[in-house]
């Protein structure tokens, strides 16, 4: 089915322009965030959800259904509908309640972290979504220690109630030890598995009724009023017995929702529900507009940014290549850090000190686009161009600023690339460039010259380069395994110390897409070996925005 069909049978609304509004009174109806879990939590398919309920969408795409010609609107990727699997981040914006959302579905699976790291530093809050079979897994651990490292709010969903599931008590025990931090439940599941009745949302002292669901919203939600009202008990019998004692208990102990305390990522919210049935899902979009907070205050080097300040900046976090195939096109996704973006305004890239006005500015529905005629701080706006803007480039009015935090970690596998048919050569150079500065992969070239080397932080990342060498640029690529285990960016003070570094360990020596220069080891041991002997020289296993900011380890 083409892409367009699976959308809603109706065009989506086009954005609507409060051109009468204040810039705080815009800035303050954004909501921008993040989905993040492990694989197959159910991530991708509340994502679709959730558009499905702020009307973004008409039909959502079955996640699971690959056999069907449905895929999820935020799995655009031919090789996400191969395998089911999200591997790069979707960007969705949608209007709710008068709020404009900017949803981000992030890669689950621990290879792709990377580019879910630097989402992560581009929104304001975080939907978690738990299996309520596994409780918290191991990626979404790391990606806990990302949101607590940047005092991130989180809103937590418990997803997959309508099937055989750990005991909620025990869920909820486990999330606290795992985010170091009380929750705050505001529904409460009535049974589970097959014995699933619902949920009862303690905020307004209610039980929601579950029914299975479909694709489509139904009309028909059934709400019984008051955890006293007899009608629970005589309908649902000891499995709402059973939830009330739960519930009396964990009031009793859980503390009272304090907005500080969630805008301070020290307190979260707690939803359960079952996204493929669209039970639950309402209520955390409601929660996401009544408490996930608007944008706020941005780090740059040279000082706090706020986003009602009158001019713009922005940030790029991301950089997507082929999302249009047939144009080859690379589109800039940038976080509206403040002020006001119009279409066509003079905009400074600060690491270039170039200017230019972007006429094509986007915003997106996954894959989909929409011409942009302005945005505002906590948007996310989409600028096609051919290799101009680069991962970490601020965007401004004219204000010389560099925003900080966007990561790029040493990897820690490494493969070499060889073309399989040298006549086309000059497709591999161009497609390793291109995913090079997506992030999708590292290239490296080696400084005594030989064949590139890819770096990754995981297989899967190799095998999806791969994938899109052939399909999107149309050369097979002959990857093998290379020696090397480790590597590290490198400073120093004196260029003379960096030049006669080099010198002295060129077989060792690697320039990355930005031209940073890189000690690739075999063993962590040359690691140390060459920081013992070279005192002058800093190794680094981070570095941000085009090597000019490193981590200090």
């Known amino acids: 089915m083409p892409y367009d069909a699976r959308l809603s049978s109706r065009a989506p609304a086009r954005r609507t322009y409060h051109t009468s509004m204040s810039i705080d009174q815009e800035v303050s109806r954004r909501r921008t965030f993040a989905i993040i879990s492990h694989p197959d939590a159910g991530k991708t398919t509340l994502t679709e959800k959730l558009l499905l309920y702020a009307g973004a969408i008409h039909i959502a795409g079955s996640v699971k259904a690959r056999k069907a010609s449905r895929y999820a609107t935020s799995d655009w990727m031919e090789i996400e509908k191969q395998r089911g699997i999200s591997v790069a981040s979707s960007v969705m914006q949608m209007e709710y309640r008068d709020c404009v959302i900017n949803l981000l579905d992030t890669p689950g699976h621990r290879d792709f972290s990377e580019d879910t790291y630097r989402v992560l530093t581009a929104v304001d809050a975080a939907l978690m979504v738990i299996d309520a079979a596994n409780g918290v897994e191991p990626q979404t651990l790391r990606l806990l220690q990302v949101c607590r490292a940047q005092n991130t709010p989180i809103i937590t969903f418990v997803n997959k109630m309508d099937r055989e599931v750990r005991d909620p008590l025990d869920l909820v025990d486990e999330i606290e030890r795992a985010l170091g931090m009380p929750v705050v439940p505001c529904t409460w599941p009535v049974g589970a598995g097959r014995q699933f009745k619902g949920v009862f949302d303690l905020r307004s002292d209610s039980m929601l009724v579950f ?167 906590g948007d996310i706006i989409g600028i096609p161009n051919h290799g101009v803007l680069q991962l970490g480039d601020t965007l401004t009015e004219g204000e010389d600023l560099q925003f900080t935090g966007l990561p790029f970690f040493a990897p820690e596998l490494f493969q070499t690339v060889q073309i399989a048919d040298p006549l086309r050569s000059k497709q591999l150079r161009t497609g390793l460039a291109q995913l090079g500065e997506e992030g999708a992969i590292q290239v490296f070239r080696p400084v005594a010259g030989g064949t590139l080397l890819l770096g990754a932080v995981g297989n899967l990342q190799f095998e999806v380069v791969a994938h899109r060498l052939r399909h999107e640029y149309g050369c097979e690529a002959r990857l093998a395994p290379a020696r090397y285990t480790g590597a590290r960016w490198i400073t120093a003070d004196d260029p003379r110390d960096m030049k006669r570094f080099i010198d002295a360990n060129a077989y060792r020596i690697a320039h990355d897409a930005v031209e940073a220069p890189t000690f690739l080891a075999a063993h962590e041991a040359e690691i140390e070996v060459a920081r013992e002997l070279w005192p002058a020289i800093r190794f680094h296993a981070l570095r941000e925005h085009a090597g000019l900011v490193f981590s200090n380890r």
């Open 211 to 377: 029914k299975p669901g479909e694709d489509r919203i139904a009309d028909d939600r059934e709400i019984i009023r008051g955890i006293a009202n007899p009608a629970c008990g005589a309908r649902f019998g000891e499995t709402f017995d059973h939830a009330r004692q739960a519930i009396g208990l964990v009031q009793g102990v859980s503390p009272a929702y304090d907005r500080e305390a969630f805008l301070a990522g020290r307190q979260t919210p707690l939803f359960f529900g079952s996204a493929i049935n669209n039970f639950g899902v309402k209520e955390v979009l409601d929660a996401l507009v009544d408490v996930a907070p608007p944008p706020r205050s941005r780090s740059a080097l040279q000082r706090a940014v706020d986003p009602l300040e009158p001019k713009f900046s922005g940030v790029v976090f991301k950089i997507q290549a082929n999302m249009d195939p047939g144009h080859r096109d690379r589109v800039a996704f940038i976080r509206v850090c403040s002020g006001h973006f119009e279409r066509g305004m003079r905009l400074k890239n600060c690491r270039t000190g170039k200017e230019f006005r972007p006429n094509n500015v986007v915003s997106f529905l996954s894959q989909r686009r929409e011409l942009v005629e302005d945005a505002w701080a």
